[in-house]
T-cell receptor, first 111, second 116 residues
């Protein structure tokens, strides 16, 4: 699976939107973009995924660049509970089934 | 109790001892994964089971590590002759093959292993 690049850390004020960027310049046509997050002392949890079109669910939105070389996870109103490490992961349809977790972005939410 | 369950939640052992870590996946999930996470690091893939197929052991760091999945459900990760560098959180995940590529992985809370 291709690699991704994320900032090590970001801060956001509570109740404000948060945009978490991810670069994946070597993405292939069959790679899906997945986001997971890991709250303190918990296992990771799935957030959202997409292929080409922007996606929305109850947790977040995923904006995918037209060339697919980057994407942005959007939390519309950050809460203290959103403080976590966010991982951007590429999954090939025919590739390995395990997830490759980089170091992710540690999001701090300021009350 | 619909989630992935891992036991024990914490394990302290002495260097050289063997340990067994248990994972109960979500009922009906055919795929099961083991990862480990050292302090402040991302997750490191260890092993993957899918149905009755031969497991993918490509992530196991040494022959001291092994895993079984009996009856297509519960899995046990065994570490023999533990070393201090084995200290980490060991995470188990399961997924349903019916979903999109690889499926959503549902993780347990992990077992924190400390080797003294």
């Amino acid at each position: 699976d291709a690699k991704t690049t994320q900032p090590n850390s970001m801060e956001s004020n509570e109740e404000e939107p948060v945009h978490l960027p991810c670069n994946h310049s070597t993405i292939s046509g069959t790679d899906y973009i997945h986001w997971y997050r890991q709250l303190p002392s918990q296992g990771p949890e799935y957030v959202i995924h997409g292929l080409t079109s922007n996606v929305n669910n109850r947790m977040a939105s995923l904006a995918i660049a037209e060339d697919r070389k980057s994407s942005t996870l959007i939390l519309h109103r950050a809460t203290l509970r959103d403080a976590a490490v966010y991982y951007c992961i590429l999954r090939d349809q025919a590739g390995a089934n395990n997830l490759f977790f980089g170091t992710g972005t540690r999001l701090t939410v300021i009350p | 109790g619909a989630g992935v369950s891992q036991s024990p939640s914490n394990k302290v052992t002495e260097k050289g001892k063997d340990v067994e870590l248990r994972c109960d996946p979500i009922s009906g999930h055919t795929a099961l994964y083991w990862y480990r996470q050292s302090l402040g690091q991302g997750l490191e893939f260890l092993i993957y089971f899918q149905g009755n197929s031969a497991p993918d052991k490509s992530g196991l760091p040494s022959d001291r590590f092994s895993a079984e999945r009996t009856g297509g459900s519960v899995s046990t990760l065994t570490i023999q002759r533990t070393q201090q560098e084995d200290s980490a959180v060991y995470l188990c995940a399961s997924s349903s093959r019916i979903q999109f590529p690889g499926g959503i992985q549902y993780f347990g809370a992990g077992t924190r292993l400390s080797v003294l």
